[in-house]
């Protein structure tokens, strides 16, 4: 019953690896969310996507990039990961409109450690 | 986004009904009433929302004031598995489709045994 896969639930990199963060849904959504959560911080967005090879940046791009080359896939990259990048990742999806009636599906979430 | 306030922590017992409030007092005609909940190491996970009227799905009832300034999630009988962080999320669905969810601190429900 899973919906939104993300392919690890903990990483830990070096400094200055290049991170690749993936997520894939099976709801044929049109919209896909990376989200950033930290205590005391919240849900931050970092990119969203509307529709294939589409990107928009969120309130905290920087650092970041991503790439959705398919529907079902939406990936985060992490440049050149830095400390302040240890963070818990989440992904998310909707349905066009759906979020209205339906509001995000979320994956289970990265937690990711640079050290 | 309206602003909401939420009690940080609450218990229930076991087979009884909880009642998560939230207040949402500079809420918007345009802005919806969403909850939300985390239990610990997962992704959020979506329950309901509403406009003005209550709303009752499988896993919760939503109950907003008539003047929109207030809510009430209801879980008619809670298990141990419902032990989570709930959010109340007062958004517009032009936002909400570009993604601006903010989650405020939450309310951290035990369920006991």
């Known amino acids: 019953d899973v919906k939104v896969t993300q392919s690890s639930r903990y990483l830990v990199k070096r400094t200055g690896e290049k991170v690749f963060l993936e997520c894939v849904q099976d709801?044929?959504?049109?919209?896909m969310f990376w989200y950033r959560q930290d205590p005391g911080l919240g849900l931050r967005l970092i990119y969203f996507s509307y529709d294939v090879k589409m990107k928009e940046k969120g309130d905290i791009p920087e650092g970041y990039s991503v790439s959705r080359e398919k529907k079902e896939r939406f990936s985060l990259i992490l440049e050149s990961a830095s400390t302040n990048q240890t963070s818990m990742y989440l992904c998310?999806?909707?349905?066009?409109?759906?979020?209205?009636?339906?509001?995000?599906?979320f994956g289970s979430g990265t937690r990711l450690t640079v050290v | 986004d309206a602003k909401t306030t939420q009690p940080p922590s609450m218990d229930c017992a076991e087979g009884r009904a909880a009642n998560l409030p939230c207040n949402h007092s500079?809420?918007?005609?345009?802005?919806?009433v969403y909850w939300y909940r985390q239990i610990h190491s997962q992704g959020p996970q979506y329950i309901i929302h509403?406009?003005?009227n209550n709303e009752t799905n499988e896993m919760a009832s939503l109950i907003i004031t008539e003047d929109r300034k207030s809510s009430t999630l209801i879980l008619p009988h809670a298990t141990l598995r419902d032990t989570a962080v709930y959010y109340c999320?007062?958004?517009?669905?032009?936002?909400?489709?570009?993604?601006?969810?903010?989650f405020g601190q939450g309310t951290e429900l035990s369920v006991k045994p």
């Open positions: 509403g406009l003005k």
């Open positions: 999320i007062v958004s517009s669905l032009i936002r909400l489709e570009v993604g601006k969810l903010i």
């Open positions: 998310a999806s909707s349905s066009g409109q759906g979020a209205r009636h339906y509001g995000y599906t």
């Open positions: 709801m044929d959504h049109e919209n």
């Open positions: 500079t809420i918007s005609g345009n802005e919806y």
